[in-house]
């Protein structure tokens, strides 16, 4: 390969796809490549450097964060991105999935014994260990189902799930300010619609949308269509993403979301998602509204938007 330096910044980002302004993001911050410079002081890059951005690029595309992915030499990164470890992956599977269960038994004990310090504890633990979507599908979510279960079978109390709740939603949000957000990146509001309470849907959106360098709008639960309109307009935000969660046929959904339409804009992006999402299916098409199924589809059509997912153009 090419050792010799090839590429100003400008032309790294062009062949890239990753913006000038991310790329020394990731340098200052987690020293991700090491330019050679010009007496004058500005960055040249050689063809492995542009080799180690792109796997960058489709790294933080994946769901990992890139304080993860900027600490790996770049054979790791090659093999993380491709899905290839250097463990026999048999091995890895089965020492993967013993780490998830023992997380996810030691946070539901934490739950158990209202212990919320024991909570975080292994929510953090877990956070080091586990990529970020393994994390929420396979932790964080089969977690809070069980709380679900404990609870209707009157083996939790309210007092549990509120706990639980909260801890979480702290420790989501922990990750996401901890995402860096790229100025150029577009806006996407994520938010549930009025009288729809169920936050933790909305929260695994905008970590997904943070770890990818979006610029987060978060606005929490039941905001009125007209607030969220108002909102896209004054960030001129490129999409508007809603977790439709419970009821399942919620009377007052129909016409919140044809007043979003009406005032969103053709131009802003509608997406929504979450368990009640399916049953509005027919609404949602003839609202030109995007039906996404779950957070791995998600991630990749915010890849796509982002242009994080498609090799750019020559
Ligand atoms: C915690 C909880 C609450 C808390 C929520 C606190 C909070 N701040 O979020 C509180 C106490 C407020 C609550 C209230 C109620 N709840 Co509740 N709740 C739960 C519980 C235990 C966990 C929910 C949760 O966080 N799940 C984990 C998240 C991550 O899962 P999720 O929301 O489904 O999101 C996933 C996907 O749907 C998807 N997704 C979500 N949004 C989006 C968006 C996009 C764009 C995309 C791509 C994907 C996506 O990604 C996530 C990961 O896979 C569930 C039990 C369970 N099994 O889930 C019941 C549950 C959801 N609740 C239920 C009910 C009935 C209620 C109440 C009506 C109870 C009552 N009688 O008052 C109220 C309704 C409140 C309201 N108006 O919205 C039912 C819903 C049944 C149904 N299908 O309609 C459940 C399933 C419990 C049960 N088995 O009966 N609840």
């Not at 590429?7 to 990731?26: D, E, F, N, P, Q």
């Not at 048999?90 to 014994?113: F, G, M």
């Not at 509608?270 to 589809?297: C, E, K, M, V, Y």
Request: net charge neutral; aromatic share 4%; with cysteine.
């Amino acid at each position: 390969m090419q050792k010799e330096p090839l590429y100003t910044i400008r032309t790294l980002a062009l062949k890239s796809g990753v913006s000038m302004h991310t790329i020394r993001a990731w340098e200052k911050r987690y020293q991700a490549l090491r330019p050679q410079r010009t007496p004058g002081n500005r960055r040249l890059y050689t063809e492995e450097d542009l080799a180690r951005l792109q796997l960058l690029r489709q790294g933080v595309a994946d769901g990992h964060t890139i304080s993860l992915l900027a600490g790996l030499p770049t054979p790791d990164l090659w093999r993380l991105v491709h899905g290839r470890s250097s463990i026999p992956a048999e091995a890895e599977t089965v020492e993967h999935s013993h780490a998830v269960e023992a997380l996810l038994e030691n946070s539901w004990r934490a739950v158990q014994n209202l212990d919320d310090r024991a909570l975080q504890q292994s929510l953090h633990q877990a956070a080091a260990l586990l990529s970020q979507p393994v994390l929420l599908e396979q932790l964080l979510a089969p977690l809070l189902q069980r709380i679900g279960h404990g609870w209707s079978e009157g083996r939790l109390r309210i007092l549990h799930e509120h706990m639980a709740t909260i801890v979480i939603r702290d420790f989501l949000t922990t990750l996401r300010l901890a995402c860096t957000a790229d100025p150029e990146a577009p806006v996407i509001i994520i938010a549930t619609p009025a009288g729809q309470l169920h936050e933790m849907g909305a929260l695994f959106v905008a970590l997904t949308a943070a770890a990818q360098g979006w610029q987060i709008q978060y606005l929490g639960t039941s905001l009125p269509a007209d607030e969220l309109a108002a909102a896209a307009h004054r960030l001129d935000a490129r999409i508007i993403a809603l977790s439709l969660i419970q009821p399942s046929d919620d009377p007052q959904l129909p016409l919140q979301l044809e007043i979003l339409r009406n005032l969103a804009g053709s131009e802003t992006i509608l997406i929504a998602g979450g368990g009640a999402a399916a049953l509005f299916a027919p609404l949602l098409d003839r609202l030109s509204i995007h039906l996404i199924n779950g957070i791995a589809q998600l991630r990749e059509f915010l890849a796509r938007e982002r242009g994080l997912g498609q090799q750019p153009q020559p």
